[in-house]
């Protein structure tokens, strides 16, 4: 049985553990690799950049009060983050970068400003 080519699926000549028919099909092979890979970080970071932008504007003095519903119409996406802390006591503030937001209760979140 002849190997096939993992690009074009022409057959392969040479060695035994030889992936592909010639330079140009292992380039295309894994600039496709690439780009499926490249697609899905783009795509967080966007998320990203969106949850950081809204969490900027609505808090302009470092530290408020909002409701939760506020951030969801503006497009927030509470899956999406940067990392989190937590405090001695024990609290956890999630960030999205320099900015993050505490969940006081259903209703009601605290933004604050790293």
Partial sequence: M??????????????SDKKFCDDQCRTNYNNRLKATDDSLLKQINLILKKNYQILKNCNPDGKTKVKRELLLQKGFDFNYHTHLYTTQKGTSYIFCYDFGYLLLDR????????
């Fill in 107 to 114: 209703e009601n979140v605290l933004l604050v400003k790293k």
């Fill in 2 to 15: 002849k190997k096939l080519c993992l690009d074009c699926q022409t057959p392969v000549v040479g060695r």
